[in-house]
């Protein structure tokens, strides 16, 4: 089943903050945050693992409520570079790990 | 550039067809896997190989099949084509080891089923 992903698109000035949630129904082993711009292809942001180990590139921030099985993204000062749709992959971990249900999207724009 | 290149870039062909989109992994990776992305469904994992191994399957119809061999590089066969089919399909690779959950995206290849 798909993740849940709120707000669906958010409009921001350069430095603002945003915060993208993911909600899964199943229990998770990890999330995985990637980005895509227009006409590219996902980017691999970060994964947040059961335990709370995180790893990613970008200084920017998650959390992970295993309980809920919820994540958020924090976008802080956001940068016109940060445009893009981000996608939240959920995994079950175990012999699926390599599977990621994506879910629709967030749609971030920052403007000048 | 992520590394990972597919092939062809766009592909446009007739309902009823067969067509073969091709990948090649970023050097050492052992884990390819595929993905379709389309308007209305998001993009969907369809499935993974290890090292030549089916690993992980998703959401992917009997009309599609797809196999990765010894040198690595993989192929997505799509048959009996739909106008539902269109959509563009990435090929992603990922490390093994502690870094196996990064998974590196190919640019696509559009496919348009006319």
């Known amino acids: 089943q798909q993740p849940v992903q709120s707000p669906q698109a958010v409009i921001l000035r350069e430095g603002e903050d945003a915060v993208i949630n993911c909600s899964s129904s199943?229990?998770?082993?990890?999330v995985h945050w990637y980005r895509q711009k227009h006409g590219e292809a996902p980017v691999f942001l970060m994964i947040?693992?059961?335990?709370?180990e995180q790893k990613g590139h970008e200084k920017i921030s998650a959390s992970f409520n295993e309980k809920k099985q919820q994540s958020s993204l924090y976008l802080t000062a956001s940068q016109l570079s940060y445009s893009g749709t981000y996608f939240c992959?959920?995994?079950?971990?175990?012999?699926?790990?390599?599977?990621?249900?994506f879910g629709q999207g967030t749609i971030l724009t920052v403007h000048p | 550039d992520s590394g990972v290149t597919q092939t062809p870039k766009h592909l446009i062909t007739a309902t009823g067809q067969r067509v073969t989109l091709r990948c090649s992994p970023r050097s050492g990776d052992l884990s390819v896997y595929w993905y379709q992305q389309s308007l209305d469904q998001g993009l969907q994992f369809l499935i993974q190989y290890y090292n030549g191994e089916e690993r992980a399957k998703g959401n992917i119809l009997e009309r599609f099949s797809a196999q990765q061999f010894p040198d690595l590089h993989s192929e997505l066969n799509l048959s009996s084509l739909e106008l539902g089919d269109s959509a563009l399909y990435f090929c992603a690779s990922s490390p093994g080891g502690d870094r196996a959950y990064e998974q590196y995206f190919g640019p696509g290849t559009r496919l348009t089923v006319t």
């Open positions: 947040l693992l059961k335990g709370g």
């Open positions: 199943k229990a998770l082993y990890s």
């Open positions: 992959g959920p995994n079950a971990g175990g012999t699926s790990y390599g599977k990621l249900t």
